[in-house]
């Protein structure tokens, strides 16, 4: 193998390196929900990801209204109970739309919404990669016999005549 085609094989073998980690990254990051380990954690991000019914733009968490602190206890208590994180969200949703959710799903058509423009700047980058190196070449253009004697008669006509 010449030196020329093992660099290209590893160049090769790196960008297919890079797309794998990036593939298994955002699998991962779409498929992966690990839900706080305390339940002070979990009330904090249900909290956060809860929008106040009253407020425009402020979460439960961040709310001093009476209705965020009526959804604040009603987590706390549902919580107490046992309550999933999935079933309190979806109590929630049920009760005053699913406009209160801050954060979509992760799961099903929704989970587009979150996947769709990290593949969009994937395909960007790998469509800017490979038009950087088909721009790049395969090296300078090699002059033909014909092409040499074209440049001499050219150099030849020159010296007799008149610059154009």
């Known amino acids: 193998m010449s030196a020329v085609a093992a660099r290209s094989h590893t160049h090769k073998v790196g960008w297919a390196a890079m797309l794998g980690v990036l593939v298994l990254a955002l699998f991962l990051g779409v498929t992966t929900n690990r839900p706080p380990t305390t339940e002070a954690g979990r009330f904090q991000n249900l909290t956060k990801s809860i929008a106040c019914p009253v407020c425009e733009g402020q979460s439960v968490a961040d709310s001093d209204s009476d209705a965020a602190k009526g959804i604040r206890a009603r987590i706390a208590q549902r919580l107490d109970e046992g309550a999933t994180d999935a079933q309190i969200r979806n109590e929630l949703a ?15 058509l929704s989970s587009v919404v979150w996947t769709l423009p990290v593949a969009a700047l994937v395909v960007a980058v790998a469509g800017l990669a490979m038009a950087f190196r088909r721009w790049r070449g395969g090296g300078a253009a090699q002059a033909t016999d014909e092409d040499r004697a074209l440049v001499a008669q050219a150099r030849s006509a020159g010296n007799g005549g008149s610059p154009p």
């Open 94 to 108: 049920d009760a005053y739309g699913q406009h209160i959710l801050l954060t979509p799903a992760r799961s099903g």
